[in-house]
C-alpha cells in the first residue's frame, strides 16, 4: 500500500504535503523553478514582496546559532510590481501551486498588490508577522482590528486561496488568526520567527545591524507546535504548520497537532541533502502512515487530539 500524499489546501491541490517556506529557495525564479521539478514539492511560496522597493538592512543580516538561525535582512524586494514581470515569466513554466507572499503596511496596499499579482499567482500569503521590519509586519499583525482591515482588502480583489501567516510574539495568536478568518482568510501559516537579538560579548555590542531579529530553525519548533495545537482546538480553516522542520518526525508532529500541510525552510539551507530533503521528509511521512495503516495524509491531521 502506497498511502495518498495529495493534499487539497483551501482549494488547491498539492500532490505533497511539503511546501517551500517563504524567503528561502522562492527568492529568484530560477530557483523556484528548479524546486518545483521536485516531486515531492506540493508547492512554493515566494519570498515577501512590498508596496515600495525594499533594499534591506546592511550586514551582518544573519547568523546561525548552533541551534537556530538569527536573521534580520529586512525584507528586501524590487517592489510589487517589478516582482509582477518576474513571475509573469515564471508562471506557465511550474506545474504546481505558486503562493506570493505579500507584505502590506495597510489595506490600501494589500488590496492594490493583489489587484497586481492576482494574475500571476494561485493564491496570497499574508506577510503580517515578520518581527523586524518597521511599519510592516508584526507592527500590523499584532493588532486584531488592522488585521481584519487588510484581510478583508485582500479578500475584495481575489478569489484565490488566502493564506495569513501569524506571528508568536503576540499575546493572543489565536485571537489574531480568528480575525483573519472572519475577515475571509482561507488558512492560517503558523508560524513566522521570534524576537529575538545576539550579543557579541568581545565586540560588547549587538551582532546584527539591526539589533533585533527572527530565530528560525530547530529552537522554535515545540512553539509552532503548540500555536498549530491551540488554533486547530478552536479554528475550522486549514493550518499550514511551519517553524523547524528538519525530517519527517518534525513534519508528522505538526500534522498530528492539526496542520494540513507543512513548510520547510531553514533545513534546506543546514541539510546535507540539499534539495533531496523534500524526498526524504516525505519518503518518512509515507512510511509512518503504512506502520500506522493509514491510507492517506488527511487521516493523520489532528490526530493528537484525540489520541
Not at 31 to 36: G, H, P
Not at 123 to 151: Q, Y
Request: hydrophobic fraction near 40%.
Amino acid at each position: 500500500m502506497h498511502p495518498d500524499m495529495k493534499v487539497e489546501l483551501a482549494g488547491l491541490v498539492l500532490r505533497s504535503p511539503i511546501m517551500v517556506a517563504s524567503g528561502v529557495l522562492g527568492s529568484s525564479t530560477g530557483l523556484i523553478k528548479r524546486v518545483s521539478e521536485n516531486p515531492s514539492v506540493g508547492a512554493v511560496v515566494t519570498k515577501t514582496v512590498t508596496y515600495n522597493p525594499r533594499n534591506g538592512y546592511e550586514n551582518p543580516t544573519a547568523i546561525d546559532l548552533g541551534f537556530g538561525f538569527l536573521n534580520a535582512m529586512g525584507l528586501p524586494n524590487p517592489g510589487y510590481l517589478d516582482y509582477k514581470n518576474e513571475l509573469a515569466e515564471l508562471r506557465d513554466k511550474i506545474e504546481i501551486p505558486l503562493i506570493v507572499s505579500i507584505g502590506p503596511s495597510n489595506s490600501e496596499e494589500a488590496s492594490e498588490m493583489v489587484k497586481a499579482l492576482n494574475e500571476v499567482s494561485d493564491g496570497f500569503e499574508l506577510n503580517l508577522s515578520c518581527p523586524h521590519t518597521e511599519k510592516l509586519g508584526l507592527e500590523v499583525g499584532s493588532d486584531p482590528e488592522k488585521v481584519r482591515r487588510i484581510t478583508a482588502s485582500a479578500r475584495k480583489y481575489t478569489s484565490k486561496p488566502l493564506f495569513i501567516k501569524v506571528s508568536p510574539n503576540v499575546t493572543s495568536v489565536v485571537e489574531i488568526a480568528r480575525a483573519a478568518v472572519e475577515a475571509g482568510a482561507d488558512a492560517i501559516t503558523a508560524i513566522n520567527t521570534l524576537k529575538s537579538m545576539a550579543i557579541d560579548v568581545n565586540a560588547m555590542k549587538p551582532v546584527l545591524s539591526n539589533v533585533y531579529g527572527g530565530l528560525s530553525g530547530r529552537a522554535i519548533r515545540p512553539v509552532g507546535v503548540r500555536i498549530v495545537y491551540e488554533l486547530y482546538e478552536t479554528l475550522r480553516v486549514p493550518i499550514v504548520g511551519c517553524g523547524g522542520i528538519y525530517d519527517w518526525r518534525d513534519a508528522v508532529e505538526f500534522i498530528l497537532a492539526g496542520a494540513s500541510a507543512i513548510q520547510v525552510g531553514s533545513a534546506i539551507a543546514c541539510s546535507r541533502s540539499g534539495l533531496n530533503i523534500f524526498g526524504e521528509i516525505e519518503k518518512g511521512i509515507v512510511e509512518y502512515l503504512v506502520a500506522k495503516g493509514l491510507s492517506n495524509i488527511r487521516g493523520l491531521v489532528g490526530l493528537a487530539h484525540t489520541s
